[in-house]
């Protein structure tokens, strides 16, 4: 008996280190493109679903789609209705893992190719480079799922009479609840659903549980994968406590819906097991009652996306100087992408702080109080937002999101030189006494205004402001030339000489600045900006380079 437990201990282990390799590798290999993905076809909640299955599918991970989402939501880019359709095609995703078990482990059974496959998996991992290293990386996890498979199923048979259904729970409500938590506790011990219904598959086809004792564990370990999310949710921000319990109500209901199916749906689950076995009916089972959870949820989504929002409120921007909420998630550091959708969501509200403040300002009814705590708002989130930047690992061989990491970083250094610029209010003033600048700072205080709303069609509105930096910086030119003239002839003194072209250069570096952060604000996923940097822009756009200094 001890020989057959390490054995199957270590095939555990095995499946789960392979699919671990596997969704790694997997994820790396298609992030950008699934992030385009749940970026553009999550529209409607149904769409999320639809989505949600086939991103979970593809990267064999439901927590790594759930992560992606969560950034989404930070980003702005998901509202929460449509968050929670991809969570419940996760769900549904999931459970593709179950069909692999089946058709490849105990249909074809292919263990017994796995082993000669894996050194060919293994020297194209390590010598191979980008996608064929990621190509060896997925193979050789696929055959390790499938070693580890066959060590569980030699290890299920060396117990032999030792585990049979009588060992366990059985009959009656209670009996079923029993066996419940015991598959919400084996999926928490192992942080592994896919691991946990690969035993239940075993033991199933060894004999040693039996079909409804498989399906009441399989609806425990449902409900487990919730607690992996909660967890991580703890101490992180709103969004990810909302995702958490939606994700935990969603599989609670689901779970609530599963047992009645079980009843009602046990003559024809009966005649699958007879047809195509008992462990293809167990999977038919568990995607069933998924799918059967998500359209019960789909039509009250919207209610269902409030309450959660009642019961988790967002608080944390009270908290903050200025109400400026950064939602800056440790958690979302596990997934590059996610967290620059974080920085660059947090950059921008940064932005539009300021861009609030300087162009109330430069209103026709100047107000400067907005600009006398702006500094004391963004430099602690701008120093917040660096740190967190400098967190976020980026693999090799992605070019892209190496562009919109630099994207991020060139909008923190001009955010951080702008606020610097505004500590120089002295100059507003004057230009809004001038007639010849008056007009020009007045239009870029509107664009500002305009920009900083957050409903903004054009986001920051980059094409706008940088049009009018290249108006600014003509026109003061020419200003700047006449006002040397009018001091030379003795129209006015030295000294308002230099507070007018002094002026002049704030203007122009300041709508300089506020063009740069537009242009690099815009460089995110979504439907009308897909993919890492934007390289192909119009004649008129700002290119990646800094502003000139002094």
Not at 50 to 77: N, P, R
Not at 335 to 363: C, I, K, N, P, Y
Not at 402 to 414: C, P
Not at 451 to 468: C, Q, S, V, W
Request: aromatic share 6%.
């Amino acid at each position: 008996m001890t020989g057959g437990l390490m054995t199957i201990l270590g095939g555990i282990g095995m499946f789960l280190f392979g699919m671990t390799i596997m969704t790694d590798a997997l994820r790396e290999a298609a992030g950008s493109r699934l992030r385009r993905l749940l970026a553009q076809f999550t529209t409607t909640p149904l769409a999320g679903v639809m989505t949600g299955t086939a991103a979970t599918a593809v990267v064999q991970s439901s927590s790594a789609t759930t992560v992606m989402t969560i950034g989404f939501v930070g980003a702005g880019l998901l509202s929460l209705p449509q968050a929670l359709g991809v969570i419940y095609g996760a769900n549904i995703g999931t459970t593709f893992t179950g069909w692999i078990v089946t058709l490849f482990g105990f249909k074809l059974k292919l263990g017994s190719l796995a082993l000669p496959a894996l050194f060919g998996a293994s020297l194209l991992a390590l010598l191979g480079q980008g996608a064929w290293a990621r190509f060896g990386r997925v193979w050789a996890g696929l055959c390790l799922l499938l070693i580890g498979l066959d060590m569980m199923q030699a290890g299920a048979a060396g117990f032999g009479d030792r585990l049979t259904p009588q060992t366990l729970p059985q009959g009656g409500l209670l009996g079923d609840l029993q066996l419940v938590l015991l598959g919400l506790a084996v999926t928490v011990v192992m942080q592994s659903s896919s691991a946990a219904m690969a035993v239940a598959l075993v033991l199933l086809g060894a004999g040693g549980i039996s079909f409804e004792q498989a399906a009441a564990m399989v609806i425990g370990m449902n409900l487990g994968t919730t607690v992996t999310a909660i967890l991580a949710s703890v101490g992180g921000s709103v969004t990810m406590r909302q995702t958490a319990l939606a994700n935990l109500l969603f599989n609670a209901g689901t779970a609530l819906l599963a047992y009645p199916l079980l009843v009602l749906g046990a003559p024809l689950l009966t005649q699958a097991a007879d047809v195509a076995g008992e462990t293809t009916a167990l999977v038919i089972f568990h995607t069933g009652f998924n799918v059967a959870g998500a359209l019960m949820f789909l039509p009250f989504t919207a209610a269902f996306a409030h309450r959660v929002e009642r019961m988790v409120p967002d608080r944390a921007a009270l908290a903050r100087p200025g109400g400026l909420d950064l939602a800056l998630d440790p958690a979302l550091l596990k997934d590059e992408g996610a967290a620059m959708d974080a920085v660059q969501t947090a950059l921008g509200r940064v932005a539009r702080h300021v861009f609030s403040a300087l162009g109330r300002a430069l209103a026709p009814v100047s107000d400067m109080r907005g600009l006398a705590t702006v500094e004391d708002v963004a430099r602690p989130a701008l120093a917040e937002i660096e740190d967190y930047v400098t967190r976020i690992n980026l693999p090799e061989g992605k070019p892209a999101e190496r562009d919109r990491y630099g994207a991020l970083l060139h909008q923190a250094d001009h955010l951080e030189r702008l606020v610097k610029r505004l500590e120089r209010r002295s100059v507003i003033p004057v230009l809004l006494s001038d007639p010849a600048l008056s007009r020009l700072s007045r239009t870029l205080g509107a664009a500002l205004r305009r920009a900083a709303d957050p409903a903004a069609a054009d986001g920051l509105e980059a094409t706008r402001l940088k049009r009018l930096a290249d108006r600014i910086e003509g026109r003061t030119r020419q200003h700047r030339r006449a006002t040397l003239l009018h001091e030379h002839v003795g129209l006015i003194s030295v000294a308002e000489m230099f507070d007018r072209t002094d002026a002049m250069r704030w203007l122009s570096r300041v709508a300089e600045h506020t063009a740069r952060i537009a242009y690099y604000n815009g460089m995110r996923p979504g439907p009308a900006r897909q993919g890492g940097a934007q390289t192909d822009r119009a004649p008129d756009e700002p290119g990646p380079q800094s502003a000139s200094s002094e």
